[in-house]
């Protein structure tokens, strides 16, 4: 298995966090935000390869019941999961070097010592490869979202889709679909202020 085969398997599993109801605790009470992480976003492509700061900032979790609301929409018609993240208050953002989006969706569970946090937007952050010839379509890629993987000392790494569909595989699992062909990792991702 390639790693970037290795990668899409962990934002597939990101988006699958969202929907599955895990059997660790939450960590809404535990984790009391607001919380705020530093990460460097990198992304390497054949001949190119960037890296930027990223700054993600929690202002709360969202409860087990927006957590299930947005679980539903996922499910539901195309672009529903979209309309439903909009109408949610903003709870934080993920800054990516300059550029600033707003947070909808942040949830946290615990995992064997440390805690996974899944954060989604209801825009798109960035559409890398946007630019180029023979890019695709942008319709539908209407979400950013990003997973960190943190240990017991919220330290870590994880990965940024910067533009995602997500939807319901054929076995009724959650999937991404990441508008980018190479993996955007969060990499250093540590506490901050």
Same mark, same amino acid.
């Given at each position: 298995?390639?790693?970037?085969?290795?990668?899409?398997?962990?934002?597939?599993?990101? &988006?699958?966090?969202?929907?599955?109801?895990? &059997?660790?605790? +939450?960590?809404?009470?535990?984790? @009391?935000?607001?919380?705020?992480?530093?990460?460097? @976003?990198?992304?390497?492509?054949?001949?190119? +390869?960037?890296?930027?700061?990223? *700054?993600?900032?929690? /202002?709360?979790?969202?409860? !087990?019941?927006?957590?299930?609301?947005?679980?539903?929409?996922?499910?539901?018609?195309?672009?529903? &999961?979209?309309?439903? $993240?909009?109408?949610?208050?903003?709870? #934080?953002?993920?800054?990516? #070097?300059?550029?600033?989006?707003?947070?909808?969706? &942040?949830? @946290?569970?615990?995992?064997?010592?440390?805690?996974?946090? *899944?954060?989604?937007?209801?825009?798109?952050?960035?559409?890398?490869?946007?630019? /180029?010839? =023979?890019?695709?379509?942008?319709?539908?890629?209407?979400?950013?979202?990003? $997973?960190?993987?943190?240990?017991? =000392? !919220?330290?870590? !790494?994880? /990965?940024?889709?910067?533009?995602?569909?997500?939807?319901?595989?054929?076995?009724? @699992?959650?999937? *991404?679909?990441?508008?980018?062909?190479?993996?955007?990792?969060?990499?250093?991702?540590?506490? #901050? +202020?």
């Amino acid at each position: 298995m390639t790693m970037h085969k290795q990668k899409r398997g962990l934002l597939t599993m990101t &988006a699958a966090v969202i929907g599955v109801v895990a &059997a660790g605790l +939450s960590l809404h009470a535990q984790a @009391a935000p607001p919380l705020t992480f530093k990460a460097t @976003a990198s992304v390497k492509a054949p001949g190119k +390869s960037a890296s930027v700061p990223t *700054t993600i900032h929690i /202002e709360k979790f969202v409860s !087990d019941a927006d957590r299930d609301k947005v679980v539903a929409a996922v499910k539901g018609a195309p672009g529903e &999961a979209q309309k439903t $993240l909009a109408a949610m208050p903003d709870i #934080g953002y993920i800054a990516v #070097g300059e550029r600033k989006t707003p947070i909808k969706y &942040a949830y @946290a569970r615990s995992t064997g010592g440390g805690r996974l946090i *899944t954060v989604v937007s209801s825009q798109p952050i960035y559409f890398i490869g946007g630019a /180029e010839k =023979n890019a695709k379509p942008k319709a539908g890629y209407d979400l950013g979202l990003a $997973l960190l993987v943190l240990d017991g =000392n !919220d330290t870590g !790494d994880g /990965e940024l889709a910067p533009a995602v569909k997500l939807k319901v595989d054929a076995q009724g @699992a959650i999937v *991404t679909e990441d508008y980018g062909s190479e993996v955007v990792r969060l990499t250093k991702i540590a506490k #901050g +202020s």
